[in-house]
């Protein structure tokens, strides 16, 4: 299937569950859909350096946060409209994933995983000492009285504009993952070394990769204030963004688009139903527990299951 | 305004005392991840386990916190010798260790964590011994008795470590295991059993700097994760491999915490350790002493 | 980096290495080592273990830096290039240890030097990259295995496809490093033949082996690598004749 073809029928879908959401009257619903295609977003934008590239970034939060920030920051500021708050947290997050990477990139991927985990504590503190941001009392966001495109409520806006997001993430990793910029960051996934002297750029595509992982992270941050009203640092760095962002890739399968989606969608359903009916301390055990069990047992995840499946079943010449 | 000589010496000492500390908590990454090559970024949770053993058995029976945890270190030294193993299965034998190691230490990191607040809840948790609150006094400086007693017992281990290390036949076999498992294959030597043994005395040296801690602040468990950064940060600095680099860059990151502490207040400490390792990592990643 | 004028290029050698010297710590393991290789021509480097041939080549295609002494390839000084610029400019290596892109299939092990380094000669379509790629594999013999996983692999074949990912680059000049070891006498034969037939398409090869029948069919010229230095640079036959090489290899 094309890129475009992709795109067209992606779009179509998210077109759909935005105009289902007129037949759903239950609140939770919402909630719990939001907080999955929020994963699908963090899950799938991880997955493009983490998965293609090979590194891992522990700091999934400092970037979802970043998109956050900058949204209460503007808001509060300059009273930008919603597109131009989420662009610009964005930008601002992709920003931070080229500096992050131009710092450490050049090394192995072990300090680039300890830097980012080092990165999520620095903005954190940074964030608790910053008032103007609300500091660690946190900020209140006033969401519009006015709510375009004939939604209800606000809320479904916010939702759509979620849907929409997920399909983009969804649609810029297949298109890097089939380009020849993909089959290079597999390569640098490989063998950096190996792919350096077969020609590749590994520099500038591991800059690439980091940069537009943290955008989509970002993006992925950006409407949370608007959606809680509220946010503080806590909750915007929560542990449970870093984990669950490598968790699902994890579980679902690492070398491709598909991989990201299946694991947000299968495992941000379940955290929703322990969430509900246990607690959130054991939804986070559960996450940890998955998360050994599929990185020990089977770390091509379920994608891996069905290609080895597939693979097994083929009689190639 | 004059001088805050005061101010100024009793950040050095409390830096100092720290520092030791910093050490302890240290030197296990120094030999998981400075030799044996192992990103043990789960070791934090270790130390954390250690503070809670120790905060269990003095809450039952009042022994000195720092006692139990050097009684009962053979209990995580075998912890560690287990996750060894599966790290050794199902990772370094197939030479994913980058990407799926990384991950599964993080995942351990996460799941000690929360089985912690699972068990224990989120309140802080401390300790009372016969020290803990005394302090000496010498001129304008203090000397908390609570930080002097876990800095005087962190630089014993950690010197002890090098000594260890240096001198014995088993230690000069880690050592070795980092340059060259070859030549300890040829001298009849298993490197994965070296390894083994190596990981686990990393491990158990964090379960001891976990009864340290708990004895110098409360304890709850997601303080962990702070520590990444800080043991990461001191390896770094100090150079990879070196244990005397080690305790250098412990000193030095005690100190840098403690001015930052003094002078601009508590809540930038942790970005004091994370900043000095990114900039470690960016400027200098081969450490002061490194190899 | 600028391009010499015309006639100098045509004059001066295709790889020119002059005086470089490589440190480790303490430990030097190359030593003002001068070494050039014309356009086509066939170069044997040998030595003992631990000479530093492979640091001499991870030198010359950039995988780690020379503190002195300078690289030239086709009229332009390498200095800092990383790499990937060197292999765009013509300079293509294959590793000692196969390194494999396990992940995919040998025929895609050889999309990614189509991609990144043959570009200069013009963008090759889809399509076009299949064909090239099936033309290498069957030059190495291994276009019956190009759907398989390149991590399975025997050891002889991914030897070959060392030997294909570096040929589908498109270089001036290929260094093959220790390509043979191991290998049984007809698999060294298959090996030789092909590095033979990059002759024919005008392509220097720089071969570093121990197998010295090998070297000796193989070899215009045959430079010697010991302890870091060079100590003979001749045609074969005054090589072997050489009492000071064959005192460094004892027996080898």
């Known amino acids: 299937?094309?890129?475009?073809?992709?795109?067209?029928?992606?779009?179509?879908?998210?077109?759909?569950?935005?105009?289902?959401?007129?037949?759903?009257?239950?609140?939770?619903?919402?909630?719990?859909?939001?907080?999955?295609?929020?994963?699908?977003?963090?899950?799938?934008?991880?997955?493009?350096?983490?998965?293609?590239?090979?590194?891992?970034?522990?700091?999934?939060?400092?970037?979802?946060?970043?998109?956050?920030?900058?949204?209460?920051?503007?808001?509060?500021?300059?009273?930008?409209?919603?597109?131009?708050?989420?662009?610009?947290?964005?930008?601002?997050?992709?920003?931070?994933?080229?500096?992050?990477?131009?710092?450490?990139?050049?090394?192995?991927?072990?300090?680039?995983?300890?830097?980012?985990?080092?990165?999520?504590?620095?903005?954190?503190?940074?964030?608790?000492?910053?008032?103007?941001?609300?500091?660690?009392?946190?900020a209140y966001i006033l969401q519009p009285r006015e709510v375009p495109f004939g939604f209800p409520r606000y809320v479904h806006l916010l939702y759509a504009t979620m849907v929409l997001m997920a399909a983009f993430a969804l649609v810029v990793a297949r298109a890097i993952e089939r380009s020849f910029i993909g089959r290079g960051l597999a390569a640098i996934r490989d063998d950096e070394v190996a792919a350096e002297c077969a020609g590749v750029p590994t520099l500038r595509l591991k800059l690439f990769s980091a940069t537009v992982s943290g955008a989509l992270m970002g993006m992925a941050g950006t409407t949370l204030p608007l959606y809680l009203s509220y946010v503080e640092p806590t909750a915007a760095f929560n542990l449970s963004y870093a984990v669950n962002s490598i968790a699902m890739p994890l579980i679902g399968g690492m070398m491709t688009w598909l991989g990201p989606l299946i694991g947000a969608v299968l495992l941000g359903t379940v955290q929703q139903v322990v969430q509900v009916t246990v607690s959130s301390e054991w939804n986070l055990f559960i996450v940890g527990v998955l998360l050994v069990a599929f990185v020990t047992l089977a770390p091509n995840g379920i994608m891996g299951w069905v290609d080895a499946w597939r693979r097994s079943r083929s009689h190639r010449p | 305004m004059e001088f805050p000589t005061a101010l100024v010496l009793n950040a050095i000492v409390a830096g100092l005392l720290l520092g030791g500390f910093y050490a302890a908590v240290s030197v296990g990454i120094s030999i998981s991840f400075g030799m044996l090559d192992v990103v043990n970024i789960a070791h934090p949770a270790f130390i954390i386990v250690g503070s809670y053993i120790a905060y269990i058995v003095n809450a039952r029976l009042g022994v000195d916190p720092i006692l139990v945890s050097v009684v009962l270190s053979p209990l995580l030294f075998a912890l560690g010798m287990l996750i060894y193993r599966v790290y050794y299965v199902c990772f370094e034998r197939r030479g994913q260790e980058a990407l799926r190691g990384l991950a599964f230490f993080f995942g351990i990191l996460f799941i000690t964590e929360v089985t912690l607040v699972l068990i224990f809840g989120v309140d802080y948790r401390l300790v009372e011994t016969s020290y803990s609150s005394v302090t000496l006094r010498l001129g304008a400086i203090d000397f908390p008795l609570r930080l002097v007693v876990p800095f005087a017992v962190s630089i014993a281990m950690v010197v002890g470590i090098q000594i260890f290390l240096a001198r014995t036949f088993f230690g000069r076999a880690v050592l070795g295991v980092a340059q060259d498992q070859l030549a300890l294959r040829l001298m009849a030597i298993d490197p994965v059993r070296v390894k083994e043994l190596a990981f686990a005395l990393s491990i158990a040296t964090a379960g001891v700097a976990g009864a340290f801690l708990i004895v110098i602040q409360p304890v709850q468990p997601s303080i962990g994760r702070e520590y990444i950064g800080l043991v990461f940060a001191v390896c770094v600095l100090g150079g990879l491999g070196s244990i005397w680099g080690t305790l250098l860059g412990a000193f030095i990151l005690g100190l840098a915490e403690s001015f930052t502490s003094t002078f601009f207040g508590p809540s930038w400490a942790p970005a004091v350790s994370f900043g000095i390792l990114l900039a470690a990592l960016a400027f200098r990643p081969s450490g002061l002493l490194g190899r | 980096m600028a391009a010499e004028p015309q006639s100098q290029a045509m004059s001066e050698p295709l790889l020119k290495v002059t005086g470089v010297t490589k440190r480790f710590g303490g430990f030097t393991a190359l030593e003002q080592v001068d070494l050039s290789v014309a356009r086509g021509e066939r170069l044997g480097l040998i030595g003992p273990n631990g000479s530093g041939k492979s640091t001499l080549v991870n030198c010359i295609s950039g995988t780690l830096r020379n503190e002195e002494g300078s690289i030239r390839f086709a009229g332009h000084d390498l200095g800092r290039e990383p790499p990937h610029r060197r292999v765009r400019l013509g300079l293509a290596r294959s590793f000692q240890i196969p390194k494999p892109f396990g992940s995919m299939s040998v025929l895609d092990n050889l999309r990614i030097p189509l991609l990144y380094a043959a570009r200069k000669h013009g963008k090759l379509g889809p399509g076009q990259i299949v064909d090239e790629a099936m033309n290498v594999l069957r030059q190495v013999g291994l276009q019956d295995k190009a759907h398989a996983m390149s991590g399975g692999l025997t050891q002889v074949d991914m030897r070959k496809l060392e030997l294909a990912r570096a040929v589908a680059a498109r270089p001036a000049l290929l260094i093959s490093d220790e390509a043979m070891a191991g290998l049984s006498a007809s698999e060294v034969d298959d090996m030789l033949a092909l590095l033979l037939t990059l002759k024919e398409r005008g392509v220097a090869v720089i071969m570093i082996e121990h197998v010295m029948r090998a070297v000796m069919k193989f070899s215009d010229r045959i430079a010697v690598l010991v302890a870091g230095r060079k100590i003979a640079d001749g045609d074969p036959q005054s090589i072997v004749n050489n009492a000071e090489v064959v005192t460094a290899y004892l027996g080898e």
Not at chain 1, 4 to 9: N, Q
Not at chain 1, 32 to 59: E, H, R, S
Request: net charge positive; charged share 5%; proline share 1%.
């Open chain 1, 1 to 138: 299937m094309r890129n475009r073809t992709f795109a067209v029928v992606t779009f179509a879908i998210a077109i759909a569950l935005i105009a289902a959401t007129r037949l759903i009257t239950n609140d939770y619903v919402f909630s719990a859909a939001y907080t999955v295609l929020q994963f699908i977003v963090l899950a799938t934008a991880w997955n493009i350096l983490g998965g293609y590239t090979g590194y891992v970034n522990f700091g999934s939060a400092a970037f979802f946060a970043v998109g956050a920030y900058t949204t209460v920051f503007l808001n509060k500021s300059l009273h930008l409209p919603l597109p131009a708050l989420i662009a610009t947290g964005t930008i601002v997050a992709g920003l931070l994933g080229l500096g992050v990477g131009y710092l450490t990139l050049r090394m192995r991927g072990v300090y680039f995983a300890i830097a980012t985990l080092a990165l999520a504590v620095v903005l954190f503190t940074f964030v608790v000492n910053w008032d103007y941001v609300g500091g660690a009392r946190g």
